[in-house]
């Protein structure tokens, strides 16, 4: 069969029929990011209503809705310690209008620990972390350690003899005690718990010596003159705890903390992304918002996409260090 050889004026339709196609859709995907939000957008949280990750995101809601001039709603999807309602969003349209509100652990730690049915690396936009908290190495009252240099030292004399508490296999309770005694070169035994709260009694009756807790699972117990914060896992002392110095004071160790913040199914519009993570910023930075943070015991921090997905990274990195002795989520 001969070739069929195109005229000019033939190839010149073909190209500008496809141009015009092609700008059509750029103009629409431009025209519906340009509109946004036109109705109401909803934060989905992965867990139960009262819980800080609950909070935070209707905290969020009311700053976004106030910034953008929309409603701003939150669907609480529980379910498998999280998985249920991060994978709904992570399967929902890009559209800007479902976004996800919770711990980035659901990304870079969950899927070392359980079987998840999203892709942490490819189902997933960075949006902003809104808040995060730190955890603090916590010991009983009777403990032979006034100090985190003195806690090393004795469970160095008796490697395996002492036991720490997590809130469950595979917690952040846990890994975050894991790279601290990974940092220090300790052994001590883990003895899982179903929460934190039941953690604490064992840790205040003797039964365990050591417990990772962030600084408002600490703060009912801390006055009670039964538990002693030795060290905690952020960059800088926390301003919920100023006398309790840094694990990096006595030795060098991984930030450890738990970041809530929003993620976005992969594929929604990046002017979407930045006109969100934008507001947060701004929002973090009033002193009313960051005030009401302070207040449920968290920090505020407020980062861009880039900074998010940073973070998100080193985060998988600190995991990995540990891998091998997380006990799987149960």
């Known amino acids: 069969m001969p070739l069929q050889v195109l005229s000019l004026r033939t190839m010149l339709k073909v190209f500008a029929r496809g141009a015009m196609a092609a700008c059509a859709v750029a103009l629409t995907t431009a025209s519906a990011s340009a509109a946004w939000p036109e109705r109401t957008v909803t934060l989905v949280v992965p867990y139960a209503a009262g819980g800080v990750t609950d909070v935070l995101a209707r905290l969020t809601a009311e700053r976004l809705q106030a910034a953008l001039k929309q409603t701003f709603i939150v669907q609480n999807d529980v379910g498998a310690g999280g998985i249920i309602g991060t994978a709904n969003v992570a399967h929902a349209k890009p559209d800007g209008y479902t976004l996800l509100f919770g711990p980035i652990a659901l990304l870079t730690l969950s899927p070392l620990t359980t079987k998840v049915n999203y892709d942490p690396d490819k189902d997933f936009a960075p949006v902003s972390i809104v808040a995060s908290t730190a955890f603090v190495v916590t010991v009983n009252e009777g403990f032979p350690a006034k100090s985190l240099a003195e806690f090393i030292a004795e469970v160095k004399k008796k490697p395996g003899a002492y036991a720490y508490a997590s809130a469950g296999g595979g917690s952040i309770t846990q890994v975050a005690s894991l790279l601290f005694l990974k940092s220090a070169g300790l052994q001590m035994t883990h003895v899982p718990y179903r929460g934190v709260g039941p953690a604490f009694t064992d840790l205040i009756a003797g039964n365990v010596q050591m417990l990772s807790a962030t600084p408002v699972e600490l703060m009912p117990y801390a006055g009670s003159n039964k ?104």
């Open 227 to 330: 538990v002693r914060p030795l060290g905690i896992s952020s960059e800088r002392r926390s301003r919920h705890m100023p006398d309790v110095p840094t694990i990096s004071e006595t030795v060098p160790s991984p930030l450890v903390a738990t970041y809530n913040g929003l993620l976005a199914p992969k594929g929604t519009p990046r002017e979407v992304v930045d006109l969100i993570s934008k507001a947060m910023t701004s929002a973090v930075k009033t002193p009313e918002f960051s005030d009401r943070l302070f207040k449920i015991g968290v920090e505020g921090v407020g980062s861009t996409p880039d900074e998010m997905a940073k973070t998100i990274e080193a985060d998988k990195k600190s995991w990995l260090m540990v891998k091998d002795d997380i006990a799987p989520a149960k």
